[in-house]
């Protein structure tokens, strides 16, 4: 559906424009920021296909009906090729996708009746290959200037519903998510601390602020899978701005919390736990906050 003002579109004038008639919607973003015992949970899991990667999947999207593009490819360790192929296909957009044969089989059957999927050891690398060879485009966030705009709106959102939090505790794989969120808070001037959640297995970001950890081998959070981010330097320059961390997540604190967040009510992943654990080792080593935001960035899959 094409509906200005909706998804979103709602702050499409804070956004690059590209023309409403691009403006499709599955009704992404306006996901609710819920308390429980002093602590807020963005419930990005209610988005349409179960994860926050609409938002920026819809921008990007939007960004190719401007430009006329009826092809991509995408790398993905799931969420974000579940959104992509929903997203393309209504859009007559058709989309490759390339997926390491661990990723999660109840979201193949999901990608499937949209996408044509390539299995790889080396989806990354496969697909930018690909991308070359066949002249399309490259949808990974990473590789896209437009990547990381959706989620700006994140920032929007967190900023109307509590202006006064005052620590965010976001999920990092490439980053793109990272990086959207803080642009979303512009010039705003009062920041959150922004803090940065990996898992003991891939952390090369947390790891320079977070020592306390024992390396693990698998990790639960199967969507932090990205050794290489090109936005290194710019996620160090957020956490140093605004006072944040980076934080290391092992598994058995990530079962814990994820079973606390279940209590809850909230159907969220295991990165979503990851970041709700850090929370609590952040105040196990001195960090006091009055209002923390925990990013909740999709929904369980079994």
């Known amino acids: 559906m094409k509906q200005e003002n ?35 949970f963005k419930c990005e899991f209610e988005n349409p296909t179960g994860s926050i990667k609409d938002r920026g999947i819809c921008y990007q999207i939007a960004v190719l009906k401007k430009n006329k593009i ?37 979201k193949i059957k999901k990608i499937h009746p949209y996408a044509t999927i390539v299995t790889s050891k080396k ?11 066949k002249k399309i485009f490259n949808l990974r966030p990473t590789k896209d200037p437009a990547g990381y705009i959706g989620y700006k709106t994140v920032g929007f959102e967190i900023m109307e519903a509590l202006p006064e939090a005052d620590a965010l505790f976001i999920p990092v794989s490439g980053g793109t998510i990272f990086k959207g ?3 979303g808070f512009g010039k705003n001037n009062f920041l959150p601390s922004f803090h940065a959640i990996q898992s003991s297995v891939v952390c090369p970001i947390a790891s320079d602020y977070d020592r306390d ?11 932090l899978v990205a050794r290489i981010s090109p936005f290194k330097n710019d ?26 967040l279940s209590r809850y009510g909230f159907n969220s992943s295991f990165e979503g736990a990851a970041c709700f654990a850090a929370l609590n080792k952040a ?8 209002n923390p935001v925990i990013l909740l960035t999709g929904k369980y899959y079994g």
Not at 73 to 94: D, H, K, P, R
Not at 123 to 133: G, Q
């Open 6 to 40: 909706r998804g979103i579109w709602k702050f499409a004038r804070l956004l690059p424009p590209v023309g409403s008639v691009n403006q499709y919607t599955l009704g992404e973003g306006n996901t609710r920021l819920i308390e429980k015992d002093g602590v807020f």
């Open 70 to 106: 009826k092809h991509a490819v995408l790398s993905s360790s799931g969420n974000a090729a579940v959104s992509a192929s929903i997203y393309c296909a209504e859009n007559g957009i058709s989309l490759t996708v390339f997926l390491s044969p661990s990723a999660n089989p109840q």
């Open 123 to 133: 989806p990354v690398s496969e697909a930018f290959k690909y991308s070359l060879e």
């Open 181 to 183: 969120i803080f642009n």
């Open 213 to 223: 950890f024992s390396p693990e081998t698998k990790s639960l959070a199967d969507a």
């Open 235 to 260: 996620l160090h320059s957020i956490i140093k701005k605004t006072g944040g961390s980076g934080w290391v997540i092992q598994n058995k604190a990530m079962e814990i919390y994820r079973k606390k």
């Open 283 to 290: 105040r196990q080593k001195g960090y006091r906050f009055k």
